[in-house]
């Protein structure tokens, strides 16, 4: 039975969004049968792409788009789900799809594995080419793909020059480039400046002292919960303690300790995440930064039921990260289309694999794809309205983003939405975005040094949701609790590599 992939695991999702992907539906996500290659096409190079669930859809129209050339090279997409040995993995016994659970995906991904460490059929690689998306990154850290600078030397289009030399720099490993992201954003909190005052990075006793001198009545985040404080400022920066480049975790980490025990000070809701209760005493709340949208960010009145907008750049708010001792607490993370080329595959193969992966990060490509334009009409005036939906993230390439802020900026993409609906977003704002806005966006993201992997196993998610709902509940202390993140997550990452 040919079942959707239209499932975004929980692995991708469960930090807001951040690394996850629209998938494609459709069964031309599976590689086509030879007999359906036309017949000019038969001889030509097969680049193979892993995918366990699904391509995104401006991705497969790209596919589409590139076969149908006459260049010698026909990319095909090998979907692992639609294998005979998993072919039933997640369907109950109404033959519906549920999604996977944790032993099939592990399944799964032991083929894909053995798949690349003993064959030379898969060509290229991304998160989506894996149930567990952390498989990707310890394979990229351990050299298992190209260095894409070797491609780019001889691009003219796509080249250090034309990409953010920025997010470059942050995805090299020892100066070489296994994979750059099409599309990324930036993860920080904000807060208003009378309470949190104008620094931008705190250390957690800067962010600890800050909150004791804040009014009666306040909330972090919009909530008092200690389950729902966890939720919303720890598990967001869970990443800080995991180091994919030498398979480690610190969860035993004095940063981790007492921002735990910050959340442990406030009542708990018997281990459970509850609704917010929402006042206008906010001590920070979470900012991510996912387009130049951003820039104008809103504020919810309470007492007057009505959104408040403001320009970031203002200065009546701050950003100011994620607590950590180094001052590093905001992050950039990949959002769309991160994907490596396998080493283990001829010069030949590597040459024309680059040749289809170059075209993600083309200026038209990534202009395009920015902003999905749709067209509705009105059955009984006749009229048509157009809505843009637009990607989170900024385009690595230059000229893309530049195309995009302009965009913004004379009104090109009126009357958006966003992939994940978000009340904080600015859509009914009357404030336009300007220059300014655009150059305080850049400026933030040009000042953050930290890339992480954001796309977290949903089973280490559960090894630390699993002791930190214990600990909030009152069930075992908070020595025992460190104990056992630290030692179930080392078993957990040393099982990955």
Same mark, same amino acid.
């Given at each position: 039975?040919?079942?959707?992939?239209?499932?975004?695991?929980?692995?991708?999702?469960?930090?807001?969004?951040?690394?996850?992907?629209? *998938?494609?539906?459709?069964?031309?996500?599976?590689?086509?049968?030879?007999?359906?290659?036309?017949?000019?096409?038969?001889?030509?190079? &097969?680049?193979?792409?892993?995918?366990?669930?699904?391509?995104? @859809?401006?991705?497969?129209?790209?596919?589409?788009?590139?076969?149908?050339?006459?260049?010698?090279?026909?990319?095909?997409?090998?979907?692992?789900?639609?294998?005979?040995?998993?072919?039933?993995?997640?369907?109950? $016994?109404?033959?519906?799809?549920?999604?996977?659970?944790?032993? +099939?995906?592990?399944?799964?991904?032991?083929?894909?594995?053995?798949?690349?460490?003993?064959?030379?059929?898969?060509?290229?690689?991304?998160?989506?080419?894996?149930?567990?998306?952390?498989?990707?990154?310890?394979?990229?850290?351990?050299?298992?793909?190209?260095?894409?600078?070797?491609?780019?030397?001889? #691009?003219? @289009?796509?080249? =250090?020059?034309?990409?953010?030399?920025?997010?470059?720099?942050?995805?090299?490993?020892?100066?070489?480039?296994?994979?750059?992201?099409?599309?990324?954003?930036?993860?920080?909190?904000?807060?208003?400046?009378?309470?949190?005052?104008? /620094?931008?990075?705190?250390?957690?006793?800067?962010?600890?002292?800050?909150?004791?001198?804040?009014?009666?009545?306040?909330?972090?985040?919009?909530?008092?919960?200690?389950?729902?404080?966890?939720?919303?400022?720890?598990?967001?920066?869970?990443?800080?303690?995991? #180091?994919? &480049?030498?398979?480690?975790?610190?969860?035993?980490?004095?940063?981790?300790?007492?921002?735990?025990?910050?959340?442990?000070?406030? =009542?708990?809701?018997?281990?459970?995440?509850?609704?917010?209760?929402?006042? #206008?005493?906010?001590?920070?709340? *979470?900012?991510?930064?996912?387009?130049?949208?951003?820039?104008?960010?809103?504020?919810?009145?309470?007492? $007057?039921?009505?959104?408040?907008?403001?320009?970031?750049?203002?200065?009546?708010?701050?950003?100011?990260?994620?607590?950590?001792?180094?001052?590093?607490?905001?992050?950039?993370?990949?959002?769309?289309? $991160?994907?490596?080329?396998?080493?283990?595959?001829?010069?030949?193969?590597?040459?024309?694999?680059?040749?289809?992966?170059?075209?993600?990060?083309?200026?038209?490509?990534?202009?395009?794809?920015?902003?999905?334009? !749709? /067209?509705?009409?009105? =059955?009984?005036?006749?009229?048509?309205? &157009?809505?843009?939906?637009?990607?989170?993230?900024?385009?690595?390439?230059?000229?893309?983003?530049?195309? !995009?802020?302009?965009?913004?900026?004379?009104?090109?993409?009126?009357?958006?939405?966003?992939?994940?609906?978000?009340?904080?977003?600015?859509?009914?704002? #009357?404030?336009?975005?300007?220059?300014?806005?655009?150059?305080? !966006?850049? +400026?933030? !993201?040009?000042?953050?040094?930290?890339? /992480?992997?954001?796309?977290?196993?949903? @089973?280490?998610?559960?090894?630390?949701?699993?002791?930190?709902?214990?600990?909030?509940?009152?069930?075992?202390?908070?020595?025992?609790?460190?104990?056992?993140?630290?030692?179930?997550?080392?078993?957990?990452?040393?099982?990955?590599?």
């Amino acid at each position: 039975m040919k079942k959707k992939a239209a499932f975004l695991l929980a692995a991708l999702t469960l930090l807001t969004g951040c690394g996850s992907s629209p *998938v494609s539906g459709s069964d031309s996500t599976i590689a086509p049968d030879s007999s359906d290659v036309p017949e000019e096409h038969k001889d030509d190079t &097969v680049i193979t792409i892993a995918s366990v669930h699904g391509i995104w @859809e401006p991705m497969q129209k790209l596919i589409d788009e590139f076969n149908a050339r006459d260049n010698g090279i026909r990319v095909e997409v090998k979907n692992y789900a639609e294998e005979e040995d998993f072919k039933d993995f997640g369907i109950d $016994e109404k033959g519906v799809f549920n999604g996977y659970d944790t032993d +099939e995906l592990k399944m799964i991904d032991f083929r894909v594995t053995q798949d690349l460490l003993n064959k030379d059929t898969i060509d290229l690689v991304g998160q989506f080419s894996f149930g567990n998306a952390a498989k990707y990154e310890i394979f990229k850290q351990r050299g298992g793909f190209c260095d894409l600078y070797e491609f780019m030397k001889d #691009d003219p @289009e796509v080249n =250090p020059d034309t990409l953010s030399k920025h997010i470059l720099e942050l995805n090299e490993r020892d100066g070489k480039l296994y994979s750059m992201p099409a599309y990324y954003a930036a993860w920080s909190m904000t807060g208003k400046s009378g309470y949190v005052g104008t /620094e931008r990075n705190w250390t957690v006793s800067e962010f600890i002292d800050r909150w004791e001198k804040m009014p009666e009545g306040a909330t972090v985040n919009g909530t008092n919960v200690a389950e729902n404080i966890y939720y919303d400022v720890l598990r967001t920066n869970t990443t800080a303690f995991v #180091d994919y &480049v030498n398979c480690e975790v610190h969860f035993d980490s004095p940063d981790f300790r007492r921002m735990l025990e910050f959340c442990s000070a406030f =009542p708990s809701n018997m281990g459970q995440k509850s609704e917010h209760d929402y006042n #206008d005493v906010r001590f920070v709340q *979470v900012a991510p930064i996912f387009n130049y949208k951003s820039a104008i960010a809103s504020e919810m009145n309470y007492a $007057e039921h009505k959104s408040e907008y403001y320009r970031l750049r203002d200065g009546s708010h701050t950003l100011v990260g994620f607590p950590t001792s180094d001052r590093r607490g905001a992050y950039l993370c990949s959002t769309h289309l $991160e994907l490596s080329i396998c080493a283990n595959i001829s010069a030949e193969k590597q040459q024309a694999a680059w040749k289809f992966l170059r075209e993600l990060y083309t200026e038209q490509f990534q202009t395009d794809s920015f902003a999905d334009r !749709i /067209e509705s009409r009105n =059955p009984q005036t006749g009229e048509t309205s &157009v809505q843009y939906v637009l990607l989170l993230g900024f385009p690595i390439n230059n000229a893309a983003r530049a195309n !995009i802020a302009e965009g913004f900026i004379n009104g090109s993409y009126e009357n958006t939405n966003t992939i994940i609906p978000e009340d904080e977003y600015a859509q009914d704002s #009357d404030l336009r975005l300007e220059q300014a806005d655009i150059d305080f !966006i850049d +400026e933030y !993201i040009s000042s953050i040094d930290r890339w /992480e992997f954001q796309s977290t196993d949903r @089973e280490l998610f559960s090894i630390v949701e699993d002791e930190v709902l214990a600990y909030l509940h009152g069930e075992q202390d908070i020595d025992s609790t460190i104990d056992l993140i630290q030692n179930r997550a080392s078993i957990w990452i040393s099982e990955q590599s």
